[in-house]
């Protein structure tokens, strides 16, 4: 028989049988006649209970926390045990004995994130990464229920997508590469066979700064839809946005409440999403007493500023073409604004980039020579337009934003398993 998981055992089902189980020990209690150990595995906690008498006693008083166990025993009910159920223990064998655990309560979030390797293994840490993996879970079934394919973008590149500031560059023989920023170019070349594609890849910034919200490397979901335009792309995120936290809460209630996260925000999450222009997001804030001109970019106080007023998801949209990357394609009726838009969250502010990529070639080098890019960096992006060129829009969002958001986590540094950011490389 293969062993039981805790989640079967404390839902009932295994009531008065005998069960096998393996895992590790989270707490130890013990008193003179009896000692209380708590397992844990993937899936929940149980106590599992031993007298003196019992042949395994010189085991279990041995056992230190975190150390790995096989364990057998008839589960019985005992309302004194938390859950109600607990197992009687019949036979237990220590796999790896743990020393002294390092991680003990009240310690600093620095120590915390020094012992990442360790600090994995608890609650919090845990139900993070399984609410994680559920949420990657229904970006897929989103888009692949949409029509759209999934691509394998390339990580190293030879021109920036989201300019020079933040390229990690790296030399390779002779050649300078760099990590990929965003997979938004290579994706633009697969749309002419694929048409609707996505993928969900890391990305690399260099950021110079530490906030809340900046990782150096991180996970993103990119996408591109030909024939389209900006009320499709608004269109196909809110959507996105809206099925996973749908989805998440009614797979993850439990977790997530575990978690303390206010889930009635994310069951409010309708589209479609306010939609606002940045010429009326700069009035807001100018009207709030914020020193800002029209043509200035928004920085992370007037985001929150302007996401406290909604409450929930919210697109700002159509910028100045100077704050926005060379390939947005501009209004050509007002070539100053470009079809871009961000979604911005509360106390997050911007989780999504999109809009309508420059699809005329002409329009689009001149935009390269405005901003003095390398032309030859861009020879096989501006190829595109000479065969086949198509109206069409995309976007990037990034999953520890997201996350971090719907989970009310204080820092994004906790979303992802092994934060990398300006100062952190290990473990
Ligand atoms: P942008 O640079 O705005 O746009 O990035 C898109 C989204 O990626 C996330 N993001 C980050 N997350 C964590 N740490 C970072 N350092 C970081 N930088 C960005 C944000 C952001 O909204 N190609 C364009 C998008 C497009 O138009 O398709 C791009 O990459 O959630």
Redesign the pocket.
Same mark, same amino acid.
């Given at each position: 028989m293969p062993p039981s998981s805790i989640e079967d055992i404390v839902s009932g089902r295994c009531e008065g049988e005998s069960v096998d189980i393996r895992g590790w020990i989270y707490r130890k209690r013990e008193s003179k006649e009896v000692i209380f150990l708590v397992i844990r595995d993937a899936t929940g906690i149980i106590q599992c209970t031993m007298t003196r008498k019992n042949p395994f006693w010189d085991i279990a008083k041995k056992i230190t926390i975190e150390s790995s166990v096989l364990l057998s025993g008839t589960v019985r009910r005992d309302k004194r045990a938390p859950g109600g159920l607990e197992i009687a223990v019949e036979k237990l064998e220590i796999v790896g004995l743990a020393e002294t655990f390092p991680i003990t309560r009240d310690q600093s979030e620095e120590f915390l994130r020094d012992v990442r390797h360790l600090w994995l293994r608890s609650r919090k840490m845990s139900t993070i990464m399984k609410v994680r993996s559920e949420v990657l879970r229904f970006v897929d079934d989103f888009f692949r229920e949409e029509g759209f394919v999934e691509v394998s973008p390339p990580m190293f590149i030879s021109s920036a997508? #989201?300019g020079g500031a933040?390229l990690f560059g790296l030399k390779y023989l002779d050649k300078q590469l760099y990590l990929t920023? /965003?997979a938004?170019l290579h994706l633009e070349a697969l749309i002419y066979s694929l048409e609707k594609v996505y993928c969900v890849a890391p /990305?690399f !910034?260099a #950021?110079k700064s530490r906030t809340i !919200?900046? %990782?150096?490397e991180?996970w993103?979901v990119?996408a591109e839809w030909p024939f389209a335009d900006m009320d499709d792309l608004m269109g196909l995120e809110e959507d996105l946005v809206s099925y996973v936290c749908q989805k998440t809460v009614e797979n993850c209630k439990k977790e997530m409440e575990g978690l303390g996260v206010n889930v009635s925000k994310l069951i409010a999450v309708k589209t479609p999403f306010p939609r606002v222009t940045y010429t009326e997001a700069i009035e807001r804030l100018i009207s709030k007493g914020f020193k800002i001109e029209w043509g200035e970019d928004l920085g992370f106080d007037e985001e929150k500023a302007l996401a406290a007023d909604f409450g929930n998801p919210f697109f700002i949209y159509a910028y100045p073409r100077q704050i926005k990357?060379f390939y947005c394609k501009t209004y050509r009726d007002d070539p100053d604004l470009v079809m &871009?838009a961000?979604m911005l969250v509360p106390r997050i502010g @911007?989780? &999504?980039?999109?809009?309508a990529r420059e699809d005329d070639r002409d329009e689009l080098l001149k935009r390269i020579r405005e901003l003095s890019l390398r032309e030859e960096d861009y020879d096989w992006y501006v190829d595109l337009r000479r065969y086949g060129t198509v109206p069409h829009v995309?976007?990037? %969002?990034?999953v @520890? !934003?997201l996350l971090g958001w719907m989970l009310d986590l204080e820092n994004?540094m906790d979303t992802i398993p092994f934060p990398r950011t300006i100062r952190r490389f290990y473990p």
């Open positions: 997508c #989201e933040t920023q /965003s938004q /990305s !910034r #950021e !919200r900046h %990782l150096i991180y993103h990119e990357a &871009s961000d @911007e989780i &999504s980039t999109g809009g995309g976007f990037g %969002l990034g @520890e !934003r994004i």
